[in-house]
């Protein structure tokens, strides 16, 4: 490796980081703001890039210069600006008090709705985008040849870069963003209007995204998953920078610009991998990112998200569970085929939401990427059977064994962090198993999967598989459940509820985090093992992020206070996905608006709508002091 | 043996210095009381005995075993109770839950999956509450009883683990001043009986010199004054950089009350 090819290496690297960085500081300066973690910011990019594809060639039309193509890209820009502000005032003003498991779901509603929208108005084919006039040359350095396009682009990071700073220190507007992100409830108690800032810090936001977006058009095809891949890159760098600093994503953004671009000679099928490692060893080394600071979260302790009151099982709970429980052994004998195979589903997501509910709702662990344990527990499975000879039965009981591990070695690092930070190593982690098996197509199949994961002969019949789900996903659910009753469950509330209290009475709160994270990823493992022989297949599509997100809403769609709830809400989703699917080009969005929607309207879910009609219908209370 | 013995503990945050060679010690039995204005390193202090911050240098003996650098859990396994300034319980439990988790803990049953953890020393977590007068709350969830019932709650938990010490971080911040009294009283009756060592940090100058058997008054981290109440009193220094008249004035009627 010559000096000269290092330099360009890094000038490359450079030109990526620069990209990035107009992206997430967009991201950060919301989150520092409105404590907001945009999951649209990537979509705001990807409006910013099909914008420009079409507004930029209507200018070059007219006058094909370097102006124009500008020009293009800041209406783009603007335009996307434009949007985020009115993203502000329909959603996020009425977001801004829930749980930041709500917020992140919430957005991804946005990111779903956008999807659905870009495919419907531009189709869903790659676009090439114009190159820039008068940058479309390569300079020469020290004699190797270098888009010109790419050293503007680096310019262009600096100016953005150089604007921000000089609007954050010398217009009111900045320092007011400045001051909300130390402390909103300081700001707002000087009188200012929250809502303007709000609306103007969102509009900044998106403008940020659109500009970097549309400035990628002479670089990349533009298609419909560029929203996903580029939010976890900017996650990455907002994350490591530290969530609202704006100087932290410019250092962020050069490290990772760096190790990409010289990542990709040592390892080049891994650098997503590379990059996701080094966010969780800075998470591990300073859990607030480079130049984050801890939200100091003073005062009486909240009252957390999740299941407040454990009640035993009254008579009614027993009839209707045992019901259920009828209904399920029924549907073997009775049900058609298709009816068997919707019950394995069902059976299948309700053992992962109540896996996933064990840790949100128990540990108040959001884990943002607990697709990567039902997913790595369908591989497991799938890869035992067709590439390692074992038969159906020890693959299933390996499943959860090897998910379990990797939640272990994950979860260590996971137990470490809270809250939002937390959110995203989780979600970090399951990209980097979702990476691994997109491409390392030898082993995983990549895009395609793998086929052929049969049960064994004597279960081959979907009734047969049916009962051998029943019975895995029941028991483990049934486990799972006591797990909660008996001190261990109790004791991981208790260190949901106050970690300081939890400490000063002896209970290891990292500890049992992380036998939580396990058991749970565990559980998921079993789940995903189970659904692969259903399937027959294995493909990557079980560890995405949208899988992750089906999971979140089925625990929230059943209600994230009670213990039951997941179970309702695998059931209710997957049927409510089943029905619609077919029926609609417009899934997603329908998915989309229904999970903001239900963020909006029913926080608590369906047992938890069931919980305040019944108390409806009970009689009032008596009075404390009778009446004088 | 000498309960609690510190000696020479320092603590810098950056350029302030929060404790400087501060030295003290308790016997079992007695209430030692930190007093001191705003920033004068009681809270520090306190971090440092509960094991919540690690001292730069210095030694916290307790009835003679080193216990300085070790995590919150462990030194409550050696016997140190604490309550908080801002109470810490489990809002999502009962007020008997909070008490069993404390006696599950102390048990070592934590990673138990076993028995249902709400029938596990029921009895024991009723006589506890009991004590602080708490028994007949025992089934309502925590997060609705009133701030003064949640600190007695505290008291409560920390008592579970039969501790030789009690750390009191402002035992009655945000309480009314009747509940103060209450639950100082209640402390100051536990401590004698059950020959346990208390170590509090109080802003009320009241329940301060009614109930400390000594105090230390800590300015800039260092420590000015240590002796009885009538001595701390009538120290000309505490005086002039913390009492001043006000604070004299109700050390004088808080000494009248208890005669």
Redesign the interface.
Known sequence: MDLSFIIIQSLSGLASASSLFIIASGLTIVFGVTRIVNFAHGSLYMLGAYLAVTIVPLLLDVDRSLPMFLLGVLISALIVGVFGALMEIILLRRIYHVPELFQLLATFGVVLIVQDLVIKIWGAVEIPGPRAPSLRHGVFIMDQRFPAYELFLIAAGIVVLAVLWLLMQKTRFGVLIRAATQDREMVAALGVNQAWLFTGTLFLGAFLAGLGGALQIPRVAINTQMDISIITEVFVVTVIGGMGSVPGAFIAALIIGQLQAFGILIFPKITLVLVFLLMAVVLVVKPWGLFGKSDAAAGRAILPEGILSLKRFGTVDNIVAGLAIAVLLALPVFGDNYMVKVGIEVLVLALAAFSLHFLIGVGGIVSFGHAAYFGLGAYAAGLLVTKGGLSMEPSILLAPIIAGAFAALFGYFVVRLSGIYLAMLTLAFAQIVYAVCFQWVEFTGGDNGVVGVWPSSWASSRQVYFCVVLAFTLSAIIALRHAIYAPFGYALRAARDSATRADAIGIDVRRIRWFAFTLSGAAAGLAGGLYSFSKGSIDPTMISIPMSVDFLVMVLLGGIQTVIGPLVGAAAFHSIKDFFMPLTDFWRMFLGASIILMVLVFPRGISGAAASLTDRFKPAPKPAVAPS | MTLLKVTGLNKRFGGVVAAKDVAFALEAGDMLAIIGPNGAGKSTTFNMV?GQLRPDSGQVLLAGQPISGL???EV??RGI??T?Q????????SVA?NVQ??L???HD??????????T?YRPEALDLLDLVGMRADADR?V?ELAYGDVKRVELA??L??APKLLLMDEPTAGMAPKERAQLMDITATIARQRKIGVLFTEHDMDAVFAHADRILVLVRGEIIADGKPDEVRSNARVKQVYLGDMGVAAAMRARRGRV
Not at chain 2, 86 to 93: G, N
Not at chain 2, 109 to 118: D, H, L, T, Y
């Open positions: 509960g995590a919150p859990r409550w396994r109770g604490r908080f801002i109470a810490q319980t489990f809002v999502s439990m839950e988790m404390a599950i803990s102390w049953q934590i990673m138990s999956v076993g028995a249902r953890a709400e596990r969830p997060r938990i920390a579970a683990s």
